[in-house]
């Protein structure tokens, strides 16, 4: 079995090179980036399993390198364990709030972070198994929000895009289970996108919904072709989880 790859984000030297150490005592592959825009790249070229973070480094902050990895399609899956001096609960709450695993603060117990770093792998590991991968393309954050805790209690992973323009470029590159786009978020480029994942040889085998007010669906023609792909918001989860679970069977048959 290949050794999990653990990507040290941190400018203090000594510090990293002797959690390098203990990381590769403990059976890990180690990787280091000493300030945050080298983190975010390597994360995006290496995808590494897992990512320990520091707060307080220059040019970029750990927050911010937090925040970019968890928007980012490439890297938002990876888990994040910051590791870092600041001691205050307003930075502790804000690394939680970006996405981060845990939160470890300087000095450090050895044995802790172990055991924090055992976890997130497992968790991650069993999150691997999911049902499927779902993108949601939706600019309302709030939606995001609210539908993301409610697919991952159901067992999918799933990614997002603000735009159907980004959406169109994470579905070529991650290959989704399904895709959920937004009406509104798609009013302006919507019809060529939607045309291009169902034409395109490499995505027309994905299934497509769109998602859109119970309004505009109510007043929609029923002979339209496709309505069955549009799902109304306010979202019926239960109806949504039924229409996934559906269109993953027929995908595999």
């Not at 938002?76 to 001096?85: G, K, R």
């Not at 996108?193 to 029923?222: G, V, W, Y």
Request: proline share 5%; hydrophobic share 40%; glycine share 6%.
């Amino acid at each position: 079995m290949a050794k999990k790859r653990i990507l040290i984000i941190d400018d203090e030297f000594d510090f990293v090179k002797m959690l390098t150490t203990r990381l590769q005592i403990a059976g890990y592959e180690v990787l280091a980036a000493e300030d945050g825009p080298k983190g975010v790249q390597t994360a995006r070229r290496e995808k590494p399993d897992l990512i320990i973070l520091d707060i307080m480094m220059p040019g970029m902050n750990g927050h911010a390198v937090c925040d970019m990895l968890k928007k980012s399609t490439l890297t938002w899956a990876i888990p994040v364990i910051y590791l870092t001096a600041r001691t205050s609960q307003a930075d502790e709450l804000l690394g939680l709030e970006k996405g981060a695993k845990y939160y470890l603060t300087k000095p450090y117990n050895p044995d802790v972070l172990l055991e924090m770093v055992k976890s997130a792998l497992m968790e991650q590991e069993e999150a691997g198994q999911a049902k499927g991968n779902i993108l949601v393309i939706d600019k309302d954050l709030n939606f995001v929000n609210e539908i993301e805790p409610k697919l991952k209690q159901a067992g999918y992973n799933v990614s997002f895009s603000s735009t159907a323009k980004e959406g169109l470029k994470a579905a070529f590159a991650d290959q989704p289970d399904v895709i959920l786009m937004d009406f509104l978020t798609s009013r302006d480029d919507g019809h060529d996108s939607i045309r291009r994942l169902s034409a395109d040889e490499s995505l027309k085998h994905i299934p497509l919904f769109i998602l859109a007010p119970k309004t505009f669906i109510q007043k929609m023609n029923q002979t339209t072709p496709h309505l069955e792909k549009f799902i109304a918001k306010p979202v019926n989860y239960a109806g949504l989880l039924e229409t996934l679970a559906r269109a993953l069977e027929q995908k595999k048959a």
